[in-house]
Structures are given as C-alpha cells and as structure tokens.
C-alpha cells in the first residue's frame, strides 16, 4: 500500500502538470527575460468574426489581438478594457479567462521580455472613438483566417483553445 505522504507528492506534481502554462517562442539560454504581465481580448462582431489589430511600422506590419501590458495596480480586466479602447476604440467587458501562455519576445528596442499573457472573452459595449494608437487598425476576420496572420504563436495557440472549446464560453 502507497504511503499517505508518496500520495499527497503525487498529487502535488500532477497538480502542477495540470496548472502548467504553456510557452511559445525562442529562449536564449542563460539570458534574462523579464517578466510582463498582459492581458488579451478575444471579441466578436455580429457575423463571428473575430477582432485583430493590424499593427503598421515603416519597415513591416503584425496583427495582434487587442490588448497588451497591465500597468502597475491594475486588473487584468482594467487593463484589457484600456488596452482594447485604446487600440480600436471599442469599450468592452472582459469575460471568462480562455487560457493562459507566456510568449518570449524581443521588443523593438532590443528588449528580452516573457509576456505572461491572459486571453479573455470579451463583450463589445460601444464604439467610443477613445482610440489612440494611430499605427493600430481593427480589422474583423473569420477565426481561422485570423490563425494564419497572429504575429505570436501564444495568441493563435489561444484562439485555437477558444475553438477547441465549441465557442462555449459566450462565443457564436
């Protein structure tokens, strides 16, 4: 018979299996990454279309779900709300969390960064004209299409959970 204490560790371990959040990007060993909190929306039109950014530099454009770092005391849900505002100018209500993933990254200044990223479900309210990132256009597109142009493979790997779950979670 299995010893009380064997079982408990047991438990533990696959408990942390089952709580592991996946990581998507390259990690260059032994180099620091630092830790950025962000929160993602995941929202729909009337036709179930879903909500991307379509992010235009000089030299080269991403598409991104709408969302981004959550600054110092606030929610994931505040910042969401702000990030998706000021990116497309829809006021939402974050929703159910679909998932979570950290996504390595370099950043445009050169900076190593592990987003901790939460995707949420979100309820479009209104149309506000609050946006401000003027490198930052919303464009609507069916979801799979939306796979094959996400810029982070953490982000497509979430709207893939999303579809795996049936759309059940409040989506069409």
Request: hydrophobic residues 40%; aromatic residues 8%.
């Amino acid at each position: 018979m299995m010893d009380a204490s064997i079982r408990a560790d047991r438990r533990l371990a696959l408990r942390k299996i089952i709580e592991a959040v996946p990581q998507f990007g390259l990690c260059e060993a032994g180099a620091p990454y630092g830790a950025r909190p962000c929160a993602f929306g995941i929202a729909l039109d009337a036709s179930g279309r879903i909500a991307l950014v379509r992010i235009a530099r000089e030299t080269y454009v991403n598409w991104d779900l709408p969302g981004g770092m959550i600054d110092p005391g606030e929610s994931e849900a505040e910042a969401l709300a702000r990030e998706f505002c000021e990116e497309t100018g829809w006021t939402v209500a974050p929703g159910a969390l679909v998932t979570r993933a950290d996504q390595f990254t370099i950043t445009r200044t050169g900076e190593r960064r592990r987003n901790q990223c939460g995707f949420f479900l979100c309820d479009l309210l209104e149309l506000n004209g609050g946006k401000i990132e003027d490198d930052h256009e919303l464009v609507w597109l069916e979801p799979h299409e939306a796979l094959t142009r996400l810029r982070h493979p953490a982000a497509a790997w979430a709207v893939t959970q999303w579809l795996r779950m049936g759309r059940a979670c409040g989506g069409r």
